[in-house]
């Protein structure tokens, strides 16, 4: 168990709706991440939180949002889904704002049908 | 961007036998970690390993940092190793953190 917590587990919805994956990360991390995993991009950095605030950015749509809360949990928004968003979605916290290591959620299956 | 190439992408093993993983990157970086991901898709840290090298039972891992590579050993393999390994690493030179993931090596222990 990595400490990193994720909710659901599974998520199937429709095509157009909007939904919420939440991460808990381990007990003293500071530092959020998500990532996709898809299986023509592979596992692909999305955006970082540390303390509050955006750090780093990737390969993230416009229609995906995040936000990290003042108990450091995290909620990653996903709205206007389409098929290919259909991904394995995964949390993953760290203690420092650069550099440490990374331990990571058991992942929110996401099907758009 | 940095680019990270993992080798084999497949291989197939009979229980007992060892393996050597192989993880090479073009550019210096901070952090590098190895990943089992279990047939269930959940990540497994194995190691933090940005440099020198680790044990950790039948696994263990070398990062030569000055060459760019970073070799993952499993020893006595069982059905259970059985999945797909990442190499992820994070660039030394980029202001951001994130993780940059190879495409993995799949593994299959055939007992």
């Known amino acids: 168990d990595s400490g990193v917590t994720q909710t659901p587990k599974h998520l199937i919805t429709a095509t157009g709706q909007r939904v919420t994956l939440r991460c808990s990360p381990r007990s003293g991390d500071l530092s959020v991440y998500w990532y996709q995993q898809s299986l023509d991009q592979g596992l692909q950095f999305l955006i970082q939180?540390?303390?509050?605030?955006?750090?780093a950015k990737g390969n993230i749509l416009e229609r995906f949002s995040a936000q990290q809360f003042p108990d450091l949990h995290s909620e990653l928004n996903l709205s206007s889904l389409e098929l290919g968003d259909s991904a394995l979605y995964f949390c993953?916290?760290?203690?420092?704002?650069?550099?440490?290591?990374?331990?990571f959620g058991a992942g929110t299956r996401l099907s758009v049908l | 961007g940095i680019q990270v190439e993992q080798s084999p992408p497949d291989l197939i093993l009979q229980e007992g036998a060892n393996s050597t993983l192989r993880c090479n990157f073009s550019d210096s970086v901070n952090n590098l970690q190895w990943f089992h991901q279990n047939p269930w898709g959940q990540l497994i840290n194995l190691f933090y390993?940005?440099?020198g090298t680790k044990q950790n039972g039948r696994l263990s891992a070398t990062t030569v940092a000055t060459e760019r590579y970073s070799l993952l050993y499993i020893s006595s393999s069982q059905t259970t190793d059985s999945g797909v390994y990442f190499c992820a690493v994070d660039h030394s030179n980029s202001g951001n953190t994130p993780l940059v993931f190879g495409k993995g090596t799949r593994l299959s222990v055939i007992a």
């Open positions: 993953a916290s760290s203690v420092v704002e650069r550099g440490g290591i990374q331990y």
């Open positions: 390993i940005p440099s």
């Open positions: 939180y540390y303390n509050g605030e955006e750090r």
